[in-house]
Structure formats: C-alpha cells, structure tokens
C-alpha cells in the first residue's frame, strides 16, 4: 500500500511540474491544481497510513487515525480551492487586460 | 570635531550636559552607564570562571570599556577645552531652550538611574524580563555598591586605562599613522559597495528573464538541488511493517495514473483534460475514505465540484485550446524536471512512510472530549485545540476572496458566441427538469448541510463542509435556474458574508476573555430539547459557524460574480435591474 501512495505522489507531482511550465494560463491553472492533490495527499499520509481505523472516539480503543495531519489536510484543502480561485480569476483579468493568455502577458 | 575647541565659554549648559551624559557612556560611578558596564563585566567574569580558554573575555570586555572613556574624554577635552578656537565662521551659543529639554530629560533619567537603581529602574526591569522570560526572573541585584568585586576592579582599571590612552594619543595618532596611514577606508568600501552591487546585478539578470517559465525552471531545479543534497546518501528504505495491497486500491491507483496523465496528455484540448483532472480528484477523495479520514473525504469531494465548476465558468472566458508553441528541446527539458520532481516526491514519500513513527496527537485524542467536549477529534483541532490556525486560515481564504472580488470589478471579458467549431451556444438556458429537480432539491440540501454542521463536534462533518454543501446547494440554483430566477428569490449581496464569519469567530474567541480566559478558550455543556433529545452544545460551535460562513461566502462571490459576467456580455434580455447597471 505505501509503494502505491509513494508512486501516486511521485506521478501527481510530476504531472503538475510537467504542467506549470506550460506557457499558457489554463494548463498551469491545471498544473497547480494537480500539484496541491499531490501535497495534500503527501501531507496527509505524513501520518502514516491506516485503514479500517476509527477517525472518531470510540469507548474502550486505543487505535485511532492520526487526526492531526487531518484536521492540517482539511484546512488545505480549502484553502487550496482559494487559491485556485485567485489564479484563475488572475488569468482572466491578465487575458481581459492584456488581451492573450500566455504567462507572461505577451504572446511569444 | 577636529576644528572645533574651547567652547565651555560660549556654550556652558550644552557643555555640562554633554560631560555628563559622556561620563556614564564612560562609565562613571553614580551614573546609569557604571550599572550596565558593572554587569556587563561581572557575567564576563562569571563565564571565566566555568571555562578556562574564555579568560580572553574580561580582558577584551575591560579594554573595550577603557576605549569608551578614553572617546568620551576625548569628545569633552577637544570639544569644550583645549585652548580657543580659531577659524569658527560664527560664534557660537547655547541652541534655545525647547533644543534643550530632551536632552535634559536624559541626563536626569541617567542621574536618577545611576543613584537610585532600585527605585526608579526596578520595577520596569522587572516587567521587561518577565515577559522576556516568560516567567519569573532570575535573582540579580540592582545597586550601586556590591563591595569590592573583580567587576569594580575592572571598571576602575577601565577608567584608569581609558585616561591613559587619552594622555598619550599623540603618539598613539602617530603609529597609527605609520602603520595604517596609506589604506583609504572609504575607498576600500566603496569599492566593496560597487563589487557587491555588479555581481548582484549580473545574477539577476542571469535568473529574472521577464518569463515566468524560466523562472520557475529555476526555482524548480533549485529545490531539487537542495532536496538531493539534504536526503543524499540516506537509506531510502526503512524498517516498519508494511500494509498488504488490495486489488480495489490498484484500480483505483491506475484510475488516478490514468487521470493525471490523460490531463497532462491532452492539455491542449481544455474541456478533456478538466474531465481528465476530475477523476483524479475524485479519486483522491476516494483515497481518504480507504484510509480512514472521512472528514477529508467530504471536504475533498465538495472542494472537487466547486473547482470544476469554477474551471469549467474560467474556461468558457479562455481559449478552448492550448496552441502548440513549445519546441522539442523544451517539452524535453520540462519532462526532465518532472520526472526528477516527482521521482523525489515520490522516494520521499516512500522513505517516509517505511520509517516507524510515534505520533503527537496522543494528547489530542486523550483531551478531545474531556476538554473539547466532542467525539470528532479532527473537528475539535480545528475549532479548539489549534482555534487559532484556523482563524488565520479563514483570515487567508477572506483575503483571497477580497483580492478576487476586486478584480473582477469592471472585467470585460470578449465570450465567444459560438463554441470552438462554430456551433452557437444553446439559447435553452435553464433545462427544464435539471430547474424542476433542483428546486425539490434545494431544501433538502440546505436541511443535511445543518445537519452535518450540528454533528460535525461528534460525527464527520462541520462548519468547512457544511459551508461547502450549502455553496453546492446555492451554485446549482444558479446554474440549474439562472442568475436572474435565483436573484429574485435571494436577494442581498453574498460577500458581506465572508466579513460577518469573520467578525463572528473572532468575536467568539475575544469572548472568552469577558470570562476571564485566553483568547479562544471554548467552553461546552448539554442542552435538552423535547423531540429532537440530547444536543451538545459548545461554544466553538459559533467558532464554527463563522467558518462556514465564510467558505459560503467565498466560493458564492467567485462563481456567481464570474456566471453574471457571462451573462452581461451575452447580452441576455433580463428583466433584472441589478444586471443593467
């Protein structure tokens, strides 16, 4: 199971770099979005995996889900979808503005 | 300094002044600058005695003391004394007397502090270390007269010293003059100054290219670099147990790859790849179910739909292709990079997760219902134990909203007519049966979202997911009814929203100072109600409910303000005044 979550990280990231680079607005929107998958599910297993575990108290147990990367994760996750939306919105006024929608403001 | 001389005769209140100010920069006994020395010396003294190499410290610390007076000495004589001066090109005089008083000020706080250390220093000291220290103060003693100590013993060689390297400065000028006269300290600086300047300049314009593209190849390689120099020669594989792999996490994972790289693979045409990247959401969604944190789950799959909505509005304003511009060598050069990018991640995430690990939420889990009164541990971090966190993050996301908000006043955006192979877009709107179900839909939408909000303290849920439920809810009106049907039936602008949660969470945690506690401390208790039976109520739950007002708020300013944009260019005849303005 870690080797599958480790490779997913590793193709996630990499899908996301390959995309940032792109030099167009839309890919890299997409390439961020990819990335920040690939952080939360990198930060969320900092916890180790566990499956078939309680995340929420149960009388008499002692094993438990590590809450504290998932209640860190939660708040990631949301404010990963601010930030997408900040980019995004970006974009669209750099293309409004600048009339294209290449990175850097100016068609090659 | 070196022209001026003699001027006790013209200026005697700034000369006094001045000698005294300059005798407890010195050091001079009965005033505040002998205090500060005197412990200055003692601590050196002090750290000689643990270790014999730092006797070196006392001494540098007494010359460094008799240096002081022999300055000061030197800024009195020459200044105020030593004959009259000569080519002055007016006389001078006392400055008026408002000039003075500061001055005034000071030299009596340094008298007052330096005779009566206790009295007038004391108590603020006091303060300013414990809040330092956080914590009571170590013992020190704050007078003028300890007895005869090796720190008297140095301050008095210091002030001896510091006049005798004033009465031979002559020939002191003089070997100084020999031995450092042809090196020119400005020169040397500024030279320094010029070389400094050049190569930072030539880095920048090494790095900073004007392209974002270059830039971020750059910054990329450079985290790669420090990441390879950091974990090189590390074991990659460590030694705890592993869990078995199921065939329904390996679909799943192939689900994910074929996502991710079918996103990447046809980047070009926009609407495959956004479907592309919504497997891979949903799967990541999936993944936090299989490993136990539903609270995630939710979260990642409400996220999911408002991100693919807003991308699917964003891409309606953008080309609906990628053209090809980027050259072979490129496309190489950035699978490169990613492949080393990930290829880190990845071994990274795998040296992590084979290590043997002992966690610090024990104490969390242990407290969570004792102290934070709540069964859902990961909701009574966000709302309890780290409060604080998660009033800073919704303070981040209101910052991002407002950012968002201003620029997407006055956009004007050219939208397409027709799609990108000629066909005009639908003039049928709002289909009839997705506007029927949704409105059926709504309340019951609106009843689970309070529904999870109330469980969140106990069960999965809360206010982030309860906020982004209601956001779906609402979103789906507009895309289902239209802007201008929803409008009419739910009037009021939504961003006031995003500042009213803010205002409500930081009111709940400045509440609990009206009780008498920090900041944020929450407080809980039973409440029963007939019917509806035993609810747990807790103060976070407004803590709680500030949250969820603020992620509706956010994600409702950006969809609804990016739909009406839309709709404003189409020219939609609406009977809506609000869209006329």
Known sequence: MEALIALSVGLL?????????????????????????????FLFVMGRLSIGVPAILEPNRADYADPLPQALVLTAIVIGFGMTAFVVVLALRARADLGNDHVDGREP | MRRLAGLWKFMPQTGLLAMIAAAAMAGVPLLNGFLSK??????????????????????????????????????????????TPTDLPRTPHDPSRWMLVPVEVLVVICIAVGILPSLTFGPLLGVAVGAVLQGPAPDYSLKVWHGFTPALGMSMLALAGGALIYAIRQPLFRWHEKLFGRIDARALFEGFERALLWSSRALDQLIHRRSLQFMLVVLISAALVMLARGFWGMPITGSATLLPIDPVSTSAAICLAAGAIGTVVWHRQRWTALVMLSVVGLIIALAFVKLSAPDLALTQLSVEMVTIVLLLLALHFLPKQTPRESSLPRKLRDLLLALLGGGATGLLTWAVLTRPYDSISGWMLENSVPGGGGTNVVNVILVDFRGFDTLGEITVLAIAAIGIYMMLRDLRLDVPLTDDQGRPWSSDVNPLILATFSRLLLP????????????????????????????????????????????????????????????????????????????????HGHLHLPVIGDLELASVMLFDLGVMMVVIGITLVILIRLGRIGLVQRRVAIDDSDLKR
């Open chain 2, 444 to 523: 019951l939408a609106l009843m689970v979202a309070v529904f999870i909000f109330l469980r969140g303290h106990n069960l999965p849920g809360g206010g982030f997911i309860a906020g982004l439920i209601i956001s779906v809810a609402l979103v789906m009106q507009y895309l289902a009814n239209g802007i201008a049907w929803t409008k009419l039936r739910l009037s009021g602008e939504l961003h006031p929203l995003i500042g009213l949660g803010l205002l409500l969470a930081t009111a709940t945690g400045l509440g609990s100072w009206y009780f008498g506690y920090p900041f944020l401390t929450s407080t």
């Open chain 1, 13 to 41: 990231t990499a899908c996301g770099i390959y995309l940032l680079l792109r030099g167009r607005t839309f890919p890299v929107v997409l390439g961020i979005t990819l990335l920040s998958y690939a952080v939360n599910l």
């Open chain 2, 38 to 83: 005197e412990m200055f010396f003692e601590k050196t003294v002090y750290m000689a005695t643990f270790e014999e190499s730092t006797w070196l410290l006392p001494v540098l610390a007494t010359i460094a003391g008799a240096l002081a007076v022999a300055y000061s000495l030197r800024f009195i004589h020459d200044v105020f004394f030593n004959g």
